[in-house]
């Protein structure tokens, strides 16, 4: 393929790199000079027009992804080792663990694990039948949406991209995937759109997470350090972290992401070892094989899910898992190169089984020790508060600041239903309840970013506990986002590079330094919707990409096995 190298840090393929840039650069202008609520709405309008007419596909696809997975860990040809028969892995299973796990969805899981149970706990889904109380319910939704599924979908992309560069000696770029569909079309025009589509897919995706991050790492600062919330403190915030990750790709892989990803880790196990030492560890044992239980319960039903045969069923089908599908399938470009770009040198059989079930494991883990401390905290609350006529919620919840009313006051709920400001903290049933309204009384905010720090301040009776827990917990998020964009920034890097393997590190700045701008366009946009719709719009055409990668995979093993035994690497 073309590449031109332009000193030593900048090498790039011309027709991919500089459309990619150029779709980015006019998105993330378009939402600074557009008026914020026209395009709010627009965003709104498109992911409710995609997931109507389309969530039929996401559903059948991430199902077949699913299946199509399973099916390659236990067949024939789950020996069959990604690179020469006598290559080793390059990095330790442990280190490979880390990197999975941080690159995959740590920042959805410390924004969604927290805020989803209870969203679904206070609005059932429907359509379930009878036999799960609401706890058990909203916690085996949440599981699923970040269980198996969008696992499974990661393992195919990597899998793919990791047998066509390492086993067949082609280019590391997502057009190589197409290659045993249309052969030497893809080095052309058609393997340039599959490059760019995946470049853009990437960045969208990425940037819905990195939205959400710094919605939570402001909330993180405002419980620590009384710091206000808004656009503006979001916006300097992702200026900051995407300083910090664009230090992390000059450091490289080995010293960077690998680093940081060991040390995420352990901040991230230190956190969720002090929300199961406050729930109780025979507590939260109990509650874990339960959510495993619940969660393969209502698998089968949830896979197939659309809502066809009911409006309020698929409204909520199109809301949550089909937005969630779209969101994973927009960032398996990212995920699924980065997964192959470490696992060099794993057998097939292997490589599944790691990337399906560990991941997996660790998240119905976190879920359970977040999700359901939060659940048992809000329940505990309602009987208290229906029960116990003396009973203050004041003495028992902390002060906290919620939305843009920051330390100049505290928001709390009148019979009426209305807000006022007062010195006083909100109870949990009117946190979870209701939204908030900014100092000026004009606006409501989004009071989903600050759930994780009311969990912990109302888990631990001393301040100085709830101090480290809401420090950990605000450095984790900060190193989950400077993992996801110095990680997204070299897939990207090595698609726009032609398939480089070790693209130059000037070309990587670019595109760390692309994915806070899109961040931080969207964010000003549009909000979380404009977030929830990029990444819905940009997964559509990407689907059927991939389920061509997955007849391609097939067609390649099954080609290689019959010609010879020996790789065909080169």
């Known amino acids: 393929m073309p590449r031109v190298v332009i000193g030593p840090h900048f090498e790039m393929h011309p027709v991919v790199f500089l459309s990619s840039a150029a779709i980015v650069l006019a998105v993330a202008l378009l939402c600074f000079v557009w ?55 390059e990095f330790s299973r442990g280190s490979w663990f880390a990197m999975l796990f941080s690159a995959g969805m740590g920042i959805g899981l410390l924004f969604f694990g927290v805020a989803e149970p209870i969203i679904h706990y206070e609005s059932t889904p429907p359509g379930f039948a009878d036999g799960l109380d609401q706890s058990r319910l909203s916690m085996a939704v949440t599981i699923f949406h970040w269980g198996l599924h969008p696992w499974a979908l990661y393992c195919v992309v990597g899998l793919a991209l990791a047998y066509s ?43 819905t997470s990195l939205g959400i991050g710094a919605q939570q790492v402001n909330a993180g600062l405002s419980h620590l350090f009384g710091i206000g919330s808004g656009i503006e403190v979001q916006m300097t915030l992702i200026a900051a972290i995407t300083a910090m990750a664009t230090a992390s790709v000059v450091v490289g892989l080995h010293g960077g992401i690998r680093r940081l990803s060991e040390l995420n880790l352990v901040l991230a196990a230190t956190l969720m070892t002090l929300v199961v030492l406050g729930v109780g560890v025979f507590t939260y044992l109990g509650a874990a094989i339960e959510n495993t239980g619940a969660y393969l319960q209502t698998l089968p039903f949830n896979s197939l899910r659309t809502g066809a045969f009911n409006e309020q069923s698929q409204t909520w089908v199109n809301g949550w898992t089909v937005f969630y ?50 659940l048992r905290q809000y329940t505990d609350h309602m ?188």
């Not at 969530?55 to 690179?83: D, E, N, P, T």
């Not at 052969?183 to 760019?196: A, E, F, K, T």
């Open 325 to 374: 599908w779209a969101w994973w399938i927009s960032w398996s470009p990212f995920v699924g190169m980065f997964i192959a770009r470490i696992s060099r040198g794993r057998t097939i059989k292997e490589f599944v089984i790691g990337v399906l079930l560990v991941p997996t494991a660790v998240g119905i883990a976190w879920l359970t020790a977040f999700g359901t401390t939060t």
């Open 165 to 207: 560069g390492f086993r067949r000696g082609l280019p590391l770029s997502f057009r190589s995937l197409l290659y045993p569909v249309f052969g030497d079309r893809v080095w052309g025009r058609l393997g340039d759109l599959v490059d760019i589509l995946a470049i853009v897919s990437t960045l969208t995706g990425v940037a």
């Open 383 to 570: 009987e208290r508060l229906s029960s116990d006529d003396n009973y203050d919620p004041a003495d028992e919840l902390p002060k906290y600041w919620v939305g843009e009313a920051g330390p100049a006051g505290e928001l709390v709920r009148l019979d009426s239903g209305e807000f006022k400001r007062e010195q006083q903290p909100l109870t949990a049933v009117e946190y979870y309840q209701a939204a908030v309204v900014t100092p000026d009384g004009r606006s409501t905010v989004d009071t989903l970013p600050t759930v994780l720090f009311v969990l912990l301040e109302g888990l631990f009776p001393s301040v100085v506990i709830q101090t480290i827990a809401i420090g950990i917990a605000t450095l984790c998020i900060v190193l989950f986002f400077v993992t996801s964009s110095d990680s997204a920034s070299m897939v990207i890097d090595i698609i726009a590079s032609g398939g480089s393997r070790n693209p130059p590190v000037g070309t990587r700045l670019f595109w760390a330094i692309s994915e806070g701008l899109v961040a931080a366009a969207l964010l000003y946009g549009g909000g979380l919707d404009a977030l929830q719709a990029a990444s819905i719009a940009a997964a559509l055409p990407l689907t059927l990409v991939l389920l061509l990668a997955c007849y391609g995979l097939v067609t390649s093993l099954h080609r290689d096995s019959q010609i010879s035994s020996s790789p065909l690497y080169s």
């Open 35 to 89: 008026p914020a609520n026209e395009l709010q709405d627009a965003f709104v309008a498109v992911r409710k027009t995609i997931a109507v007419h389309f969530g039929w596909l996401y559903v059948a696809s991430m199902a077949f992804f699913f299946g199509f997975a399973i099916w390659l860990a236990v067949g024939k040809y789950g020996q069959v080792r990604l690179g020469r028969d006598d290559e080793s892995p």
